[in-house]
């Protein structure tokens, strides 16, 4: 039997309290969120807005380690079972309690199959309501990451969602449904408008019961997708934190006299995926092909991008280029895989030509321009690289809402290749397997958007699922990761490295690998 305690509340939360004059935060990034449904759109800012307003049963804090949110303590009974005693005392934003009924309400909601969060519950085969303050998850076989996933588990009010209808997962990253524009939960914020791409605030919740690291008594959030606005709106003292940082204004910002930029390693790769599963390619209507169900067709649009060039001109250095779905940092990651296959175009013409594509063939790269640092900028390179060995290429850039519901595997694949960025919600490879490089199995490849499948990888991943001694699962993690590599199932770019813009009105902000602002722990001056 193995005990854990979480005796403790929040790491760093006890320490500090909330001041009594007016504390407001003003920060803004590219985009606006997806949605407040904490059971759809799994994006990182719309997954940290949510994680303000909702909880799981456990808390990721800044640093990425676990700490107890609703429930207070759990322990592994057996291989297959995790009893977990729920924190008494707690109140929904409208001032229901919290019970097990939530706990069991919310894993019936996040694993419908509209559900892109039902990655958190994937091995869970029952949850069991053993008193209104206690539960035992069951999983389907021993889960080595069970608890790595519950902080993406966020926890809903039955009550609430069944009297406004809200039961059922609506697929789409702007369902106009009353949980995606309202909130419940037991989150330290509380919602108190959002008004879609223009502004949404949060207050904190009083009833909240933790003590805050923070001092807020406002938090603001505007969606700028302009850079140079974005920066304008730093240095004029409009707002009071803004990421990304375009890169050519670090120096610029550095230099002024009221805010500096905070700079630090993300875990996001950025990729570009291929469609792999359509006979017919959506860009060669009649006829009969997809090029891309060819692995030298693949590898030729790899050899074809000069990662070097994008990582000096467009990226200006703050990159680092990967041979892996995964970055360091994430469980499972193996240097020794890293290795970029070399830049040659002259090596990917003849690729073409061995797969019958001589004189190349149209397709479309599907691109956000307000998601990742240098998004459109890095797709801009990309193009002029895939025309060098003959392809008829064209960019179709737009915003990351529509660019999501377009390539969304739940939203039907529309797409011939495009990129994606990904940070495994568990900071642990079979997120990355699960959701980005298989197909079967309840709750897979949700953002598989090309179908890329390999029944070996497959397997493995099932084995990885399981697997609790770590040499062996790490060992399946890196030869599930190399048939794909030398699949060129995908065409990993980079890590993009966090830039923050920080105005002097801020006394601390902590910055987090997933490039996302937490508000629980951010003190104003």
């Not at 609506?170 to 509380?190: Q, V």
């Not at 190349?360 to 060995?389: H, Q, S, W």
């Not at 609790?468 to 890590?495: W, Y």
Request: aromatic share 8%; with cysteine.
């Amino acid at each position: 039997m193995r005990k854990l305690f979480g005796a403790a509340i929040l790491a760093g939360v006890v320490a500090l309290g909330g001041a009594a004059d007016a504390k407001t935060l003003r920060y803004a990034t590219t985009g606006d969120i997806l949605g407040l449904d904490p059971h759809i759109n799994n994006e990182g800012p719309t997954n940290t807005m949510k994680s303000n307003i909702y909880e799981g049963l456990v808390h990721r804090a800044w640093d990425l380690s676990l700490h107890p949110a609703l429930a207070t303590e759990w322990e592994q009974v057996n291989p297959t079972t995790w009893r977990f005693k729920l924190r008494q005392g707690v109140k929904f934003h409208d001032g229901s309690a919290f019970t097990a009924d939530d706990v069991l309400f919310s894993y019936e909601r996040i694993k419908q199959p509209q559900s892109e969060m039902s990655f958190a519950v994937n091995t869970i085969k029952e949850i069991k309501k053993i008193s209104d303050h206690e539960i035992e998850i069951v999983t389907g076989g021993p889960d080595p990451i069970l608890l790595l996933n519950m902080p993406n588990f966020f926890i809903m009010d039955k009550e609430w969602s069944e009297k406004n209808n809200t039961t059922t997962v609506e697929r789409g990253s702007t369902a106009k449904t009353y949980a995606n524009l309202n909130t419940n939960g037991t989150g330290a914020f509380k919602l108190v408008s959002w008004v879609p791409d223009t502004k949404l605030e949060v207050v904190p919740y009083a009833e909240w019961w933790g003590k805050p690291a923070h001092n807020l008594t406002k938090a603001v959030f505007t969606p700028i997708s302009n850079d140079a606005t974005r920066v304008a709106a730093l240095l004029s003292g409009e707002i009071d934190v803004m990421y990304p940082v375009p890169l050519q204004d670090v120096q610029r910002i550095n230099n002024s006299s009221n805010a500096k930029v905070l700079q630090g390693p993300e875990l996001r790769t950025i990729f570009l995926g291929f469609d792999q599963w359509r006979d017919e390619l959506l860009d060669m209507p009649g006829t009969g092909k997809n090029p891309f169900k060819d692995k030298r067709v693949r590898q030729a649009f790899y050899q074809a991008v000069d990662m070097e060039a994008i990582k000096r001109v467009v990226m200006r250095g703050a990159s680092a280029n990967t041979g892996l779905m995964i970055a360091p940092g994430i469980n499972g990651f193996d240097k020794a895989l890293n290795d970029r296959y070399p830049y040659d175009p002259e090596a990917a013409k003849k690729l073409l030509a061995e797969a019958g594509y001589p004189n190349g063939f149209p397709v479309t790269l599907d691109c956000p321009n307000d998601r990742y640092v240098n998004d459109e900028a890095i797709c801009l390179a990309v193009v002029p690289m895939i025309k060098r060995i003959g392809v008829d290429i064209k960019l179709n850039a737009q915003t990351k809402s529509l660019h999501f519901d377009k390539i969304g595997a739940k939203q039907g694949n529309n797409t011939s290749f495009y990129m994606l960025g990904w940070t495994p919600g568990s900071y642990d490879a079979l997120n990355m397997l699960e959701n980005i490089i298989t197909m079967d199995g309840a709750g897979q490849g949700t953002w598989n958007s090309g179908k890329y499948k390999n029944a070996r990888v497959e397997e493995l991943t099932d084995l990885i699922r399981v697997e609790t001694n770590q040499e062996k699962r790490n060992a399946m993690i890196s030869e599930a990761m190399k048939i794909h590599k030398e699949d060129f199932g995908h065409l990993p770019l980079h890590q993009q490295a966090l830039a923050w813009g920080v105005a002097n009105t801020v006394a601390e902000v902590k910055q987090r690998p997933q490039n996302d602002v937490d508000l629980h722990y951010v003190m104003m001056k």
